[in-house]
């Protein structure tokens, strides 16, 4: 009917005109489909495997990049914090230029809030690095020294997870685009923080890939490089508990202590969380 309408306004001069006020003769054209070229372009293997066959990847196809569990702790560095009454998906991740890299995470990452806070890539892939140092036992002493503020930090090292978080008051609002979410996991977010989210949406997605989806209820004081530390997250996850204890620590010094709730959460939607992402979630139960 779109298209009808369409052609009848042209029809009319442009004066907007509906369909069904045309005096056109409407029938159904001869139809006709050419498969050529599917049967060039496309591998049809129903009924006729060819297991042998190397899969080619073009180059812009690339693959997730492995996401780990939840650490029984937690520490995130604030690599945006944004203080608009709304932050968009659009925000999040722009479209338009971004569509030509879906399939290649890393890529399309580059992009997050780059219209919002260019700094944002950059910081969340310093805390990403000093994680994949963690992890293999290179830990930088910054970290270290870090930890040391809320406990024993070379003890601490062991059991705490390194990433970023993003704060924005009310984020996700816009599109369900998948990307505003995943594209801030492949470079090490953990967490978001905020007062509330704009879609249930957003923070479905945020859970899908393993962005623990904080909300505060007092005003957030924490800026850009400030850290907060949450200890016993995955127990207290797993355990249901809706409130948990929180330090903010400051890159300037000095601490403060917070109150992060994770409410309502199904019991999947913690596993999703607790094995780092929906993929982790699925390929552990069909493994």
């Not at 306004?9 to 045309?22: C, F, H, L």
């Not at 030509?100 to 992009?111: D, H």
């Not at 390194?162 to 704060?167: K, P, Q």
């Not at 809706?242 to 890159?251: G, I, K, M, Q, V």
Request: aromatic letters at 6%; one cysteine or more; hydrophobic letters at 35%.
């Amino acid at each position: 009917m779109d298209a009808r309408s369409i052609a009848a306004t042209a029809r009319n001069g442009g004066k907007i005109t509906p369909a069904t006020e045309t005096d056109c003769d409407i029938r159904p054209l001869p139809y006709r489909f050419d498969a050529s070229p599917y049967e060039k372009r496309v591998y049809n293997g129903i009924g006729n495997p060819q297991p042998g066959t190397e899969l080619v990847m073009g180059p812009n196809i690339t693959d997730w990049p492995e996401i780990q569990p939840l650490a029984d702790n937690l520490l995130v560095e604030l690599a945006a914090v944004l203080r608009d009454e709304v932050t968009t998906t659009d925000e999040l991740i722009p479209s338009g230029e971004t569509s030509s890299y879906r399939s290649n995470p890393l890529r399309l990452a580059e992009f997050t809030l780059s219209r919002r806070e260019p700094q944002y890539v950059p910081r969340a892939k310093a805390a990403a690095m000093a994680e994949a140092d963690r992890l293999s036992g290179k830990a930088p002493a910054a970290l270290t020294s870090l930890l040391n503020r809320v406990g024993d930090g070379e003890a601490l090292l062991k059991t705490t997870q390194f990433g970023s978080a993003i704060y924005a008051n009310k984020p996700g609002d816009g599109s369900a685009r998948e990307q505003a979410a995943s594209c801030q996991r492949v470079l090490g977010g953990c967490a978001n923080f905020c007062r509330s989210f704009a879609t249930k949406r957003y923070r479905s997605n945020c859970i899908n890939w393993g962005i623990l989806p904080f909300t505060l209820e007092e005003d957030f004081t924490g800026e850009n490089g400030d850290c907060i530390f949450i200890p016993g997250v995955r127990e207290a996850l797993a355990a249901g508990k809706e409130a948990l204890p929180a330090t903010l620590l400051r890159s300037g010094g000095g601490t403060e202590s917070l109150t992060l709730h994770l409410q309502n959460l199904t019991e999947d939607e913690r596993e999703i969380l607790l094995d780092g992402c929906l993929m982790n979630y699925y390929r552990k139960r069909n493994s």
